[in-house]
């Protein structure tokens, strides 16, 4: 005889927390898995820690929705629960006439997805605030901020557990078959299995592997995973930032664009760039230094090579490879394709963070609909 679970959550990474926290509110008999030592030791703790504000992302998608309202939620959060976090805001700095006349349309489409609290500043108000950085003009987000993940993981770990759900360290899923409506999941190759009524799919950088193992034809639903590196390189010997400092996106070959990073102990990053690897490898190449350097020097005069030592880096689990077409966060179930109650989360990159909260609200709602 097996153990039954009503849910179970794959990934212990803030996604898969908060999603854990969410669902044990409302249900009895929860569990997530993680195969690490302990919880959120990938991409959830090799990230910029930025709430982000929403303006990026094309206005119909998940990313766009999910970063909006996520990012309310976790303000409210951090406030009610003494998590901590900063909402320092970021300047989006424009270094030439066609980027100044770019910042207007980034406020107006900003503004339609529900972003509106954006403010075009002068080259004067830019000094103003920050006198190390030079601009034409800048764009200030007010709500844009960063917060301390390790302690928000931790505090869905809590919560979760609270609510009566169980947590289980150094438990790989490998291997997960339909049987009638439910689910048999293998923990470390056969160590342990039970039966689950629903498995959500929360395993980032595996979440197309974890995906196949039920038989879903990942490459033909598109859903494989093409892994994307972004290095950092700390900052030392300038003068203090008091806002995340941007350059204008050129598009999604660089992403966000290298940037200034700062974490809430003051230590400033810059990064991060974006890098397809084939294999998850975190070392950062010091020979990218002349890149990072000249990609900053043009809106940060001030800095000086020898500021640059490598730092970390993260990789996203990109749905898509370079020069192809943007793809949104999947989240779904996957009863059109034969898996009922096999809710997969893929392609969960930035925002995902700030996102966090909002889906596991998100996923609650599939939970939902697949028991009523
Ligand atoms: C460089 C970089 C910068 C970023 N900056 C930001 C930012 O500033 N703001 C923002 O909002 N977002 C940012 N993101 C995105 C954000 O970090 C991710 O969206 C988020 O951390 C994803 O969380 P997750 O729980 O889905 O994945 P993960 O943190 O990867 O967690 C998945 C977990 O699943 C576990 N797992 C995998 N396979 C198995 C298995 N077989 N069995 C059991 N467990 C398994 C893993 O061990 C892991 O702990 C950034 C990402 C990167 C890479």
Redesign the pocket.
Known sequence: MYDEFLITI???????LAIAAELSQYYHNVLL????DT??????S???????AGIHYPPHFLKTILCVTGKYLLYELCEQKGIPYNKMGKLIVATSDEEEEHLQKLKDEAAEKGVGDLVLLTQKEIKLREPGVKGKAALFSPSTGIIDSHKLMRFFLSQAEERGAIVSFR????GIERRNSNYLVEINKGEYRFFSRIVVN?????ADR?AAFTGLDVNKLGLRIRYCK?NYFSLSGMRRFNHLIYPVAKGEKEGLGIHVTIDLGGRVRL??DVEYVDSIDYAVDERKKGHFYQAVKVFLPEIKIDHLNPDM????PKLYGPGEKVRDFVIRDEKENGYPGFIN?VG?????????MAIGKYVASIVNEILN
Do not use: A, D, M, W
């Open positions: 794959i990934g212990g990474g803030v996604v898969g898995v993680e195969k690490n919880f959120g030791l990938e991409t959830s090799r990230n910029s820690e930025v709430i982000h438990s790989e899923v490998t929360s395993s980032g950088l595996q974890i972004g990064g991060p880096s993260g990789i996203r989360l969960i990159e930035s925002p995902g963070l700030t996102s966090c």
